[in-house]
């Protein structure tokens, strides 16, 4: 019984356990992909249609397409809003963890290929140029590493990429007895410079206003002393509240106060 060595078609002259030390290289082929490119022997792999190779570069290139789309949208800086944005970027992750699982792979075929050739030294230098020709893992491996868009940004691409399943059930809100309820408004209603302004629930009373907590238009403000006076009257009420800072302005500025209090 002859010894089945993977990647390898054995001829009939050669018993591989009979006689170890009379074994020649004329004897057998590599096992061809569909692609027509000789494979290295040693791998788990079945006969693919294609070789390691012609894999990564089916996906590299494919992948290369995605990053140049996903550009022209701001990629790979991330952006807050843009459907077009997401859908380019939802497509690259994919594409890209389909290489990185396919790199997976190749390690792993990549080691037993060296196995292989460790353990029967010689055998592939006796193939002469049939060697040079052979699509080993390793090179596609290296290939991949070296032509990777984006290799160092990306954080989750060994991630498993499935999704949560979806609640089938039908969402609802709900709200509390007690909350009012609030007449609609068109959106001119809206706008408080327009004579068809209807104030809404959190406006302010007629005849008085809310007051103005930016200090955008304060010089005084963010000086220390300002600021400590601030923080203590911070929980007063606000009609205290008010009325201390317009005596504080008055204090602590020569005129009155630039803020608008109308």
């Known amino acids: 019984m002859r010894k089945k060595i993977p990647g390898l078609i054995l001829g009939t002259n ?23 490119h000789a494979l290295a022997p040693g791998s788990s792999q079945q006969l693919p249609a ?12 494919i992948l290369g397409m995605c990053t140049t789309m996903w550009a022209k949208q701001g990629g790979p800086y991330p952006q807050d809003v843009g459907f077009t944005y997401a859908k380019r970027r939802k497509e690259w992750n994919f594409r890209k963890s389909l290489l990185v699982k396919y ?3 190749l390690e792993l ?14 055998v592939l230098e006796g193939l002469g140029k049939k060697a040079s020709k052979i699509r080993s893992s390793g090179d596609a491996l290296a290939m991949a590493r070296m032509n990777m868009p984006l290799a160092n940004t990306m954080k989750s691409d060994l991630v498993d990429g499935d999704r949560p399943k979806k609640c089938q059930g039908r969402k609802s809100v709900r709200f509390a007895e007690d909350t009012p309820e609030n007449p609609k408004r068109f959106r001119p209603s809206f706008n408080r410079t327009q004579p068809g302004y209807s104030p809404g629930r959190w406006a302010a ?6 007051l ?10 963010g000086r220390s002393e300002y600021e400590a006076v601030l923080d203590w009257r911070w929980n007063a009420d606000m009609d205290g509240w008010a009325g201390y800072l317009v005596e504080m302005g008055v204090a602590l500025h020569t005129t009155p106060s630039r803020r608008d209090w109308s």
């Open 205 to 210: 009373r007629d005849g008085e206003v809310f």
């Open 109 to 122: 075929w990549a080691e037993q290929e060296q196995a292989w050739a460790a353990e029967h030294p010689g």
């Open 14 to 36: 050669t018993d591989w356990e009979k006689f170890p030390g009379e074994q020649t290289t004329e004897a057998f082929q590599l096992e061809k992909a569909g692609c027509g």
């Open 103 to 105: 790199m997976c792979q």
């Open 212 to 221: 103005d907590t930016s200090f955008a238009y304060d010089e005084w403000y």
């Open 50 to 61: 294609v070789c390691p190779s012609c894999q990564v570069s089916s996906l590299l290139n």
